[in-house]
């Protein structure tokens, strides 16, 4: 199983809101992504997790707060968005460092389309 | 720093013919480098990876990649297109992230793939 969801698929939230993006994967990956992607645009790393601790910060907003409860589950909790913050979000894992294999590919639920009015 | 470039924002094919969507890279070392392919609204599903060994690659759908390390190139092909292959589609090289582990992957700008009947 190569599955990764995401939750909720749509999103619309006004600029005071506060909200939550959910990931889950079950395929014992222990590291975990969240992208933003604009439209026909390549996704854009925003935070990356690796045995539930944050690895990267991609110099992201403090809007955007990511949360890693264990090694199954990501959340990015959301918060006086704006507008131009709309997009697809995109969660992904993989597996971490393993010298003796090379699954190090990365696999993509669905994303979140986020609205920001 | 490690980079892709997609030379062609698209590809025209028509069906039943040969398809060749195009990948340079830069890295400093042994390249790690993937193709994803996205459809409207969706994530990206990985689509063939090369690690090291064979040059050509086998992959889903009956797409295939050639590597070749004098050229610094990647391209994707397939031998006979289909309609339903009609997608964005992203060329990508992959980091591992030393100081706090997970693998940082740095996409192309994709090329849009059509083909017509």
């Known amino acids: 199983d190569t599955e990764v969801t995401q939750t909720p698929k749509h999103l619309v939230m006004g600029m005071t809101n506060k909200k939550s993006l959910k990931c889950e994967q079950h395929?014992?990956?222990?590291?975990m992504y969240w992208y933003k992607q604009k439209a026909k645009k390549p996704p854009e790393l925003m935070f990356v997790y690796s045995y539930e601790k944050l690895s990267i910060n991609e110099s992201v907003p403090s809007r955007f707060s990511p949360e890693c409860p264990n090694s199954s589950l990501l959340n990015l909790h959301l918060h006086a968005l704006q507008p131009e913050d709309s997009a697809l979000y995109l969660c992904?894992?993989?597996?971490?460092?393993?010298?003796?294999?090379?699954?190090?590919?990365?696999?993509f639920g669905p994303g979140t389309r986020l609205t920001v009015t | 720093a490690q980079s892709v470039a997609q030379p062609e924002d698209q590809v025209n094919v028509a069906e039943g013919n040969p398809l060749t969507v195009k990948c340079t890279y830069s890295?400093?070392?042994?390249?790690?480098l993937f193709w994803y392919v996205q459809y409207p609204n969706r994530g990206l599903q990985f689509l063939l990876k090369?690690?090291?060994?064979?040059?050509l690659v086998k992959g889903s759908y009956g797409f295939e990649a050639e590597f070749n390390k004098s050229q610094t190139s990647f391209h994707l092909k397939k031998p006979s297109a289909l309609v339903s292959d009609s997608a964005l589609y992203f060329c990508?090289?992959?980091?591992?992230?030393?100081?706090?582990?997970?693998?940082?992957?740095?996409f192309g700008t994709g090329t849009q793939l059509k083909v017509e009947l």
């Open positions: 990508a090289v992959r980091a591992y992230i030393l100081t706090g582990g997970g693998n940082k992957l740095t």
């Open positions: 395929m014992g990956h222990r590291a």
């Open positions: 090369y690690i090291t060994g064979d040059n």
């Open positions: 992904a894992s993989s597996q971490d460092f393993t010298p003796l294999r090379s699954s190090y590919e990365q696999y």
């Open positions: 890295v400093s070392g042994n390249p790690y």
